[in-house]
């Protein structure tokens, strides 16, 4: 049981270039986030779904984008890379959405506009 | 949303109790208090949730204030591996999704 899986771990993205992260679960959860963490601070909120189909933005939408095709899969798409993007991006995924379930984080993707 | 306070930074000392406070005196009836903690270089993980009684496992225990304004987690016997970053989080019970704010960095010495 993998859990929730991230690639790549590391990636060097320069200014104006795209690229997708991945995210798989194996958990057959419905609920899958992600987040990104910018140094010392805590995790804020970029996009979630529900469902396959159904994607709403969180807290810091602007310059990302989602899909969610499969139960399993939730990658997260840059376009037009900037260095305010620069961060540790986390997913995460949960059975259901309310208070009774947890999160389960996968370990992380580090990226670096320059 | 209703939001947390918690001290930047806390020590422990190893194989001793650790108590980590939270502040949430804007929290609604339909609030639970969860807490979740990220060690280094990795994801968050789940710890513990509540609502209104005090709640134990295997990794902590929870105490809730009886006006709910704030809450302590408790770790019983502060280990190296419990050096990390601890957020105390709101989740309204029907809350799609989970803000987190900056937490608390437990430092543990040996």
């Known amino acids: 049981n993998a859990g929730v899986t991230q690639t790549p771990k590391f990636r060097i993205l320069k200014i104006g270039q795209s690229m997708t992260l991945q995210c798989t679960q194996d958990?057959?959860?419905?609920?899958m986030y992600w987040y990104r963490q910018d140094p010392g601070m805590g995790l804020k909120l970029i996009y979630y779904s529900v469902g396959a189909g159904i994607t709403d933005k969180g807290e810091v939408p602007n310059g990302y984008n989602v899909s969610r095709s499969t139960t399993e899969d939730f990658p997260l798409r840059l376009e037009l890379a900037a260095p305010s993007q620069t961060s540790v991006y986390f997913c995460?995924?949960?059975?259901?959405?309310?208070?009774?379930?947890?999160?389960?984080f996968g370990s992380g993707t580090r990226l670096t506009v320059v | 949303d209703a939001k947390t306070t918690q001290p930047n930074s806390m020590e422990s000392n190893e194989e001793e109790p650790v108590h980590l406070p939270c502040n949430h005196s804007?929290?609604?009836?339909?609030?639970?208090i969860h807490w979740y903690r990220q060690l280094p270089s990795q994801g968050p993980e789940y710890v513990i949730h509540g609502l209104t009684s005090n709640v134990n496992n295997r990794m902590a225990s929870l105490a809730i204030a009886e006006d709910r304004k704030s809450s302590t987690l408790i770790l019983h016997r502060a280990t190296l591996r419990d050096a990390a970053v601890y957020y105390c989080i709101l989740r309204d019970r029907d809350n799609n999704d989970m803000r987190f704010g900056a937490g608390t960095r437990l430092t543990v010495k040996p």
């Open positions: 804007t929290i609604s009836g339909t609030d639970y």
């Open positions: 958990m057959n959860h419905n609920y």
């Open positions: 995460a995924s949960s059975y259901g959405g309310n208070h009774n379930y947890g999160y389960t």
